[in-house]
């Protein structure tokens, strides 16, 4: 299996926040953001894994700042890691004025993603990832801690198992 470059996959999409996109306050609804996160990142995804991929998670959703009613949001996922048959991928929001002005980061996600092999519809291995950026390589060399919190969460590893982790928290 090949290695594909982070900047074969990167992916964006823009959104004008319309009124049916917010809640009373006139703020966009967060379930609509994370839709457009998740479909954004699954695109980046299956151009990584060059195969339809389904969403396995998502995890640490962050709402740094309010997306307003007329705002433009700009979305960018990149995957910052490829694991067997998954990769998590990395998607930022930016929002601003129609005008260009007030421009901020608002959210960001990790999303982890399975590959499926066209003909039998299971999980099939991916192209490695190969970064080229030091934030490429620091999101790289980050991604199995994230991974295993994730399997700990979802119950399918022990925290005390989880060495990369404990790893981390003893070195600081």
């Known amino acids: 299996m090949n290695e ?3 900047s074969e996959s990167i992916s964006f999409s823009s959104e004008l926040i319309m009124p049916n996109d917010t809640n009373p306050l006139g703020n966009l ?3 609509n953001l994370m839709r ?3 479909i954004i990142g699954g695109i980046c995804a299956g151009k990584h894994c060059e195969a339809n991929v389904v969403t396995a998670s998502v995890d640490h959703v962050t ?3 309010p997306i307003y009613l007329g705002d433009v949001i700009t979305l960018k996922a990149v995957v910052t890691k490829a694991f067997t048959t998954s990769v998590e991928v990395y998607v930022e929001v930016d929002a601003c004025s129609t005008d ?3 421009n901020r980061k608002t959210n960001h996600a990790y999303l982890t993603f399975v590959a499926l092999d066209k003909e039998s ?3 099939k291995k991916v192209p490695k990832v190969k970064p080229s950026s030091k934030e490429e390589l620091a999101l790289f060399e980050s991604a ?3 991974r295993e919190l994730r399997l700990i969460l979802a119950g399918r590893l022990e925290a005390k198992d989880a060495v990369l982790i404990k ?3 003893g070195s600081l």
């Open 4 to 6: 594909k470059l982070v």
């Open 29 to 31: 609804m967060g379930g």
């Open 36 to 38: 457009w996160m998740d």
């Open 63 to 65: 709402f740094q700042s």
């Open 100 to 102: 260009g002005s007030n």
């Open 121 to 123: 519809m299971k999980p």
């Open 144 to 146: 199995p801690r994230r």
């Open 167 to 169: 790893d981390y928290f």
